[in-house]
């Protein structure tokens, strides 16, 4: 596995998804029990699902940057920030979800994906604009 900017992008964004799914029959295994993670509407259940679909998105986050990466060509010095910048973000918010579907008081550790993401944003944006 090349873990070079921008190519482990593309490997984070197939992972990602290989996970989603993975983690998607799991909770699948128990989604049918009206009382699982405390209920369909419970604050637990949801962060539990918006954990699984943040495989999803952030792996297209990261399949969009490697192929804009590639296409645009972007060369620049802001390339491979953007690329761990997006990396750890796709990493760091199904994580955040779990810890705080059980430790409520965790809410501030989701800055973390959250200015991860924005940075990997902010990064491409400006290699886009030097083009």
């Known amino acids: 596995m090349n873990l070079e900017p921008p190519h482990i992008?593309?490997?984070?964004g197939w992972l990602w998804i290989l996970v989603g799914f993975l983690s998607g029959m799991v909770m699948g295994l128990c989604f049918h029990r009206d009382d699982w993670l405390g209920g369909y509407g419970s604050f637990r259940r949801r962060l539990y699902r918006l954990g699984h679909?943040?495989?999803?998105?952030?792996?297209?986050?990261?399949?969009?940057?490697y192929f804009t990466a590639r296409l645009a060509p972007?060369?620049?010095?802001?390339?491979?920030?953007?690329?761990?910048?997006?990396?750890?973000g796709a990493a760091a918010m199904p994580v955040c979800c779990v810890v705080m579907a059980h430790?409520?008081?965790?809410?501030?550790?989701?800055?973390?994906?959250?200015?991860?993401?924005?940075?990997?944003?902010?990064?491409?944006l400006k290699e886009i604009a030097s083009l």
């Open 9 to 12: 992008n593309l490997s984070m």
């Open 53 to 65: 679909i943040s495989f999803f998105g952030l792996a297209l986050i990261n399949l969009l940057f």
């Open 74 to 88: 972007l060369e620049g010095g802001w390339v491979g920030t953007a690329s761990w910048a997006f990396v750890i």
């Open 103 to 124: 430790w409520r008081k965790a809410q501030a550790l989701f800055a973390i994906p959250v200015i991860s993401l924005i940075t990997g944003a902010v990064c491409a």
